[in-house]
């Protein structure tokens, strides 16, 4: 059976989506990528109202952070996927051209999980009118891009207000998410934690220092941490609309469970029960190469891949190497135009911590994060790359942390 277009496509926008999947085929088969984003771009320039005709009457949901984004919404459109066939853009295309392409291939009535980059998500969310919005937090990430955290609240917060038949599913313990969400229709509150708070020390409302205790977060103007319905427990339970429940997936620590719990309470709305979703969620040891063991350098050392592309991630990093033995760590950091140009956030993360490890530094940056290393007084030794890196490490396994761009050169060292 012929699977038909939505209503209301016009000639052009057919023409348009027959232009990006030609550029996207052509794209691979020259070995440029996957295609999305000049496939998307190549549309939208013939037709920029093709995003609004293809997410019409659609059941979407947006995943929106400056960390985590990824993760969560593989683990939505597994369990969205409980229901039948789901479009994403779960490879990281995720600004409008990306999207585009994620919902342009048939069947065109699906839901449709999305990654949608913090700055793009207005744009986006105004075009599809998705059925859920996920906030899961906002930090410092590229600082000639994307520095002004507020800015980025401030745009949440007004999208809200244009969005009235959306839910948005947001993280309370992150002040500036809350503050954003509370303009929206409906919300689902959930605690999916934020071990980095230097980003959110000022009340987003009335810019007063915000005080924290272990109970959350308030400001003396009123503005509060509001009461989460949805909550991770544990390593293993998670709070769920007033019960205790067992959570188990198989990727690690808590900030995924936590990413699991966001991206639970998101598949609700679309009326996937918890267990269900959780179970479809197992089963994800990877995503994107993330979390994947890999042999590294001439001996094959293990080596578990790891991404930190910022503060915040890089402190959920350090939760997520101390919880398990203390391996080797290697430090792969560039500051190419996908990383941000500026990489002077590495002062901010605490390194400290690192302490009583074996630390291996290279990329493009290798002289600026073995200065810092030096400042926190964390002996450390420099190499070309990361396979002579693992070669020089003193055990059989090692833990990569890398940010994006040396992330992604990595993986493809390491998987082709």
């Given at each position: 059976m012929m699977t038909r277009l939505p209503r209301r496509i016009s000639a052009r926008t057919r023409f348009a989506l027959a232009a990006e999947r030609l550029a996207s085929e052509t794209s691979r088969r020259l070995g440029r990528g996957s295609g999305e984003m000049i496939g998307g771009k190549i549309a939208l320039r013939i037709s920029p109202d093709a995003l609004a005709e293809v997410g019409t009457n659609r059941p979407t949901a947006c995943v929106s952070a400056t960390n985590g984004k990824t993760t969560t919404t593989r683990l939505l459109a597994r369990a969205l996927g409980t229901l039948g066939p789901v479009k994403s853009n779960s490879g990281g295309a995720n600004m409008a051209p990306g999207v585009l392409a994620a919902m342009s291939r048939p069947p065109y009535d699906s839901p449709?999980?999305?990654?949608?980059?913090?700055?793009?998500?207005?744009?986006v969310a105004r075009a599809i009118v998705p059925r859920v919005v996920l906030l899961l937090n906002i930090s410092r990430d590229q600082l000639d891009r994307s520095n002004e955290t507020r800015r980025i609240a401030a745009l949440w917060r007004e999208l809200g207000e244009d969005l009235h038949d959306t839910v948005v599913v947001a993280n309370v313990d992150d002040p500036l998410v809350a503050w954003a969400a509370m303009t929206w229709s409906r919300q689902v509150w959930v605690a999916a934690g934020q071990n980095w708070t230097?980003?959110?020390?000022?009340?987003?409302q009335c810019a007063r220092l915000l005080h924290r205790n272990a109970s959350g977060w308030w400001c003396e103007c009123g503005l509060a941490r509001p009461e989460p319905i949805v909550s991770v427990a544990g390593l293993d339970e998670l709070m769920w609309f007033g019960r205790r429940i067992p959570?188990?997936?198989?990727?690690?620590?808590r900030v995924n469970l936590a990413n699991?719990?966001?991206?639970?309470?998101?598949?609700?709305?679309?009326?996937?029960?918890?267990e269900d979703a959780l179970a479809a969620m197992r089963g994800i040891g990877d995503v994107q190469g993330r979390y994947q063991e890999v042999p590294l350098g001439p001996d094959g050392k293990r080596a578990r891949l790891l991404l930190a592309k910022n503060p915040a991630g890089w402190v959920e990093m350090m939760e997520l190497l101390?919880?398990?033995?203390?391996?080797?760590?290697?430090?792969?950091?560039?500051?190419?135009?996908?990383?941000?140009?500026?990489?002077?956030w590495i002062w901010d993360v605490p390194f400290e911590r690192l302490a009583g490890r074996q630390v291996l530094v290279t990329g493009g940056r290798k002289e600026d994060m073995s200065v810092r290393l030096a400042y926190a007084e964390v002996p450390h030794t420099v190499h070309a790359d990361a396979e002579a890196a693992a070669a020089a490490a003193n055990d059989k396994g090692v833990d990569v942390v890398a940010n994006y761009t040396a992330f992604r050169d990595l993986l493809v060292r390491t998987t082709r």
């Open positions: 449709a999980a999305l990654e949608v980059d913090e700055i793009w998500l207005p744009r230097a980003d959110a020390m000022v009340c987003p959570a188990r997936i198989d990727l690690p620590g699991a719990a966001m991206a639970a309470a998101a598949a609700r709305e679309f009326g996937v029960e918890v101390n919880s398990g033995p203390p391996r080797p760590v290697v430090i792969d950091f560039n500051s190419q135009t996908a990383d941000g140009r500026d990489p002077s």
